[in-house]
């Protein structure tokens, strides 16, 4: 019984139906991340210059939507291996794999991003501020992450590394935030602290929540198309191993 | 009582392999070498060296237990001998921890025991070389059960050494944290500990202790299967 569910289920055991929704998905996805973004650009562009920061308050709706998305795209990964471990679904480990990258490059976007704000804002490209350096942890997560599943050539022996992988850098990230954040206020209390933080005014906060919600609809649109690209990839594979 | 004779026996094995290899003296002479560079990059004032000791002699002790891990389940993957462990009558897990305390036992140990004094040469006083080494020892069983972790998902791949590194370090950072912040609190007032940091360092390595044989027994599964 149980042999026959792992069968059922086998690495690419229904490719061809995701295929087929995928197909379905793909344009729309694409449609309505981009009008999503191009409606948040143009709220943007419309948005007042602050009183304080002048125009670089606007990196603001790139930085923090693309930090949101750096920890999104971690938890997605893991409960994607979480599903795939548990369920053992196969789309699991392909969904994990292709959104790493994504999540990676979101991290840097609020990496730099972050460094081009801080410059003019704090007049520091970076400081050894605990919320700064936990994200920089959280890109090296990805990193290695990526790099396990480039190093395994073995499909089945890199998704459920990877996985393990996942678990062990999902509890990690909290921790290492917590001892950061003890590290800072133990060595140096913040001596620039980010801006205080009143309530955003709604003229900031409803283009930063469709520019979030436009970074929402990039990732998974992404991350399909690379889903996408691996099923592919992983035919032209075979086919070719047996030609 | 069979288990205990078995995980003896690997026990003893382990460590037999470890002198007859010779892995050891590389591991003692990288950490004098790593002690030695140091005053050539940041400059011989004995004052600095002191401040900066702490975070020096931790991270030359992660990079030491990263070079050291590397071959722990890799050599035996290449012979075959891993895969022996999965037929042994205990558990993997259990396996694993053997294999590991012998490691500690080792290598690792030694370590302990040569950094600190080598930590003279960064200008620690004499006094402090006993509650560096306390606190070494509390934290390196966390630095040795994380690092298996990346041995063991890295133990298929050839020249796995810096994806290790790539994939342990960010789990390191709570252990340098605290790490460091103890020896430095230590080493401010010779002949002291710094008890709190102490007992979060205890509470880290307990819980990788705990935590880590199951994600490694996993993980050779995974790289075998």
């Known amino acids: ?243 | 009582m069979k288990t205990a004779a078995t995980l003896r026996s690997l026990f003893m094995r382990e460590l037999r392999l470890v002198w007859r290899g010779g892995h050891l003296m590389p591991v003692l002479a990288f950490v004098f070498i790593c002690v030695t560079l140091m005053p050539f990059g940041i400059g011989p004032e004995l004052a600095l060296l002191q401040r900066l000791a702490p975070g020096l002699i931790w991270v030359i002790m992660l990079m030491a237990v990263l070079l050291s891990l590397d071959r722990l389940f890799q050599a035996d993957f290449e012979d075959g001998s891993l895969d022996q462990l999965f037929l042994l009558p205990v558990a993997l897990e259990w396996a694993v921890i053997a294999k590991i305390a012998a490691h500690f036992a080792g290598i690792i140990l030694p370590v302990l025991i040569t950094l600190p004094v080598a930590g003279l040469l960064l200008n620690i006083h004499p006094e402090s070389v006993l509650p560096v080494m306390a606190t070494m020892l509390t934290g390196a069983p966390a630095l040795v059960m994380l690092g298996g972790i990346g041995a063991a998902l890295a133990v298929a791949v050839r020249r796995a050494a810096l994806l290790t590194v790539l994939i342990v370090t960010p789990l390191y950072v709570p252990v340098i944290v605290f790490g460091a912040g103890a020896l430095s609190t230590a080493l401010s007032v010779p002949g002291t500990l710094d008890v709190t940091a102490l007992g979060v360092l205890a509470l880290i390595s307990t819980a990788t202790v705990f935590l880590a044989p199951p994600a490694i027994a996993a993980a050779l599964r995974a790289g075998l299967r």
């Open chain 1, 1 to 243: 019984m149980l042999e026959r569910l792992e069968n059922l289920s086998a690495l690419y055991a229904n490719p061809r139906r995701f295929m087929r929704l995928a197909a379905r998905l793909h344009m729309p996805l694409w449609l309505v991340a981009l009008a999503v973004l191009g409606g948040g650009l143009f709220m943007v562009a419309g948005v007042p210059d602050d009183y304080q920061q002048g125009a670089t308050v606007r990196i603001m709706f790139v930085h923090v939507p693309a930090a949101w998305m750096a920890l999104f795209a971690y938890s997605f990964i893991f409960f994607a291996s979480v599903l795939a471990m548990v369920l053992r679904h196969p789309l699991g480990y392909l969904a994990a794999r292709a959104a790493a990258p994504v999540g990676a490059v979101f991290t840097l976007i609020a990496l730099v991003t972050g460094a081009l704000w801080g410059q003019p804002m704090w007049g520091t490209w970076w400081v050894w501020d605990a919320r700064l350096t936990s994200v920089l942890v959280l890109f090296f997560v990805y990193l290695g992450y990526i790099a396990l599943w480039e190093a395994i050539d073995d499909y089945g022996r890199a998704a459920r590394a990877t996985s393990i992988l996942a678990f062990v850098g999902f509890v990690n990230v909290p921790i290492v935030k917590f001892s950061v954040d003890w590290w800072n206020t133990l060595h140096q209390p913040a001596s620039v602290s980010r801006f205080g933080r009143p309530a955003l005014h709604a003229d900031f906060l409803y283009p930063l929540l469709v520019m979030g919600l436009a970074f929402l609809f990039v990732f998974l649109a992404v991350t399909l198309t690379r889903m996408q690209t691996e099923v592919l990839r992983q035919r032209l594979r075979v086919r070719q191993e047996e030609a």
